[in-house]
């Protein structure tokens, strides 16, 4: 899947997190949003989504603060391997967790979900491919790609289904927006 897709699934993802915070943290969205592209940091090229988030500050410079971490991934990793498992998944939740902890948040655990709830759908999605994602290392091979569609419903990246896959999601995720907002529960 395209990294726009990843995105907007993961910020559909942060839905889910909403009901047991009670509101709508736009934390949470920002780190589901995340995690929906982090497993990617193993990408190289345009492929790495994250790498690619940051901060414009002047019309030639773009502070990206994940590209370093993105390079060294692309470096020890090959793409959807370990990063797009549910071992990597747990692992980038408790880590998020823990700063979340160390920050004095006020829920590091719902920040932790969030995170692991976008990280997970990006799994998901990948398994969605042709290609697919090894979900169960260490329990099989690094190599033995699970799916989670039958072979002929297989949405290939960069496909049309792939962008409407991307857009349903950010739709679902408009729609769960307007609704929290017209409630009045949306917190930073």
């Not at 002047?58 to 470096?75: E, H, Q, Y």
């Not at 793409?79 to 700063?99: K, M, N």
């Not at 948040?105 to 969605?128: E, I, K, N, R, V």
Request: with cysteine.
């Amino acid at each position: 899947m395209i990294g726009r897709t990843h995105l907007a699934a993961g910020l559909c993802m942060s839905l889910l997190v909403a009901p047991l915070a009670g509101e709508l943290s736009l934390t949470h969205v920002a780190l589901a949003g995340l995690g929906g592209v982090f497993p990617d940091f193993d990408a190289s090229g345009q492929q790495a989504t994250v790498a690619h988030m940051g901060l414009r500050l002047t019309r030639r410079f773009t502070f990206k603060p994940f590209m370093p971490l993105c390079v060294l991934g692309s470096r020890l990793f090959a793409h959807r391997t370990y990063t797009h498992t549910l071992v990597a998944a747990l692992i980038g939740g408790l880590l998020v967790g823990g700063i979340a902890l160390l920050l004095s948040a006020p829920t590091p655990w719902l920040s932790a979900l969030a995170f692991f709830f976008g990280y997970t759908s990006h799994l998901l999605l990948d398994a969605m491919t042709p290609h697919g994602v090894p979900l169960y290392w260490p329990l099989l091979r690094i190599t033995q790609c699970r799916h989670v569609v039958p072979r002929g419903w297989r949405v290939p990246t960069g496909s049309p289904l792939d962008h409407a896959l991307g857009v349903l999601c950010l739709v679902g995720f408009g729609i769960g927006f307007y609704w929290w907002v017209s409630g009045g529960a949306v917190v930073l």
